[in-house]
């Protein structure tokens, strides 16, 4: 059973270009948390996605980011207009709906830079 | 409020026994983890407890939970150099709904001496 799976590890991008980075969860997880990590700070949540719905966003800055969990297909997290100040390392982590939906399991992150 | 505490670093030697501590302060938490994370590397979801329980053991690992002092501890016994990485302490606290995000510390930096 594949783990979870982010793409791609590490990301470079100019300031003002966009960053896609995705998540496919572990096999039979449906719900997907997306966290950051900054230099030198802890991990922050970002957002908590089902299956096609955003469940809590309260952790998403409120322009240039966005999520999205379709139907089929990895979750995306988006960044349009980048800035350097979004240079962090970006964990994806997927639980199951059911049982130990309470336990998250973490992918290896992408780390994006901006220069 | 939501906040969590851990000394950043601790050293110890290779064999010896290494402690880990937390303190949290939100009281509804309901769970409470630990993740390692190596160089370079995600999280790995060492152990977990629910707040209901004052201990777990899982072969070299155990955690303490005081519920009253809002304070996390993980004990690993033996330890070896393959466990120096950062610890980090996770609540969850989960409002009415479904709020599922989890609060993390700073991260203890372990580094194992032989």
């Known amino acids: 059973n594949a783990g979870v799976m982010q793409n791609p590890r590490h990301l470079v991008r100019r300031r003002g270009q966009e960053a896609r980075l995705r998540c496919s969860p572990m096999?039979?997880?449906?719900?997907v948390y997306w966290y950051r990590q900054l230099p030198e700070e802890g991990l922050k949540f970002m957002v908590y996605l089902q299956k096609e719905n955003i469940i809590d966003e309260s952790g998403m800055p409120k322009e240039r980011f966005s999520a999205e969990f379709p139907k089929e297909g990895p979750s995306i997290l988006r960044i349009q207009q980048v800035v350097r100040g979004d240079s962090a390392a970006y964990f994806c982590?997927?639980?199951?709906?059911?049982?130990?939906?309470?336990?998250?399991?973490f992918g290896p992150g992408t780390r994006l830079t901006v220069t | 409020g939501e906040d969590v505490e851990q000394s950043l670093f601790l050293s110890v030697r290779e064999g010896d026994s290494s402690v880990i501590n937390c303190t949290y302060t939100?009281?509804?938490?309901?769970?409470l983890y630990w993740y390692k994370q190596e160089p370079g590397a995600g999280l790995q979801l060492l152990t977990y407890i629910f707040s209901n329980m004052d201990m777990k053991q899982d072969q070299r690992l155990t955690v303490l939970l005081n519920k009253k002092d809002k304070h996390l501890s993980l004990r690993i016994a033996d330890t070896q150099t393959g466990d120096s990485a950062i610890y980090f302490c996770?609540?969850?606290?989960?409002?009415?709904?479904?709020?599922?995000?989890?609060?993390w510390g700073l991260g203890t930096s372990l580094a194992v001496n032989p």
């Open positions: 939100d009281s509804s938490s309901t769970y």
């Open positions: 096999k039979g997880h449906s719900h």
């Open positions: 982590a997927s639980s199951p709906s059911q049982g130990a939906s309470y336990e998250q399991y």
């Open positions: 996770a609540e969850m606290a989960p409002d009415a709904g479904n709020n599922r995000k989890l609060i």
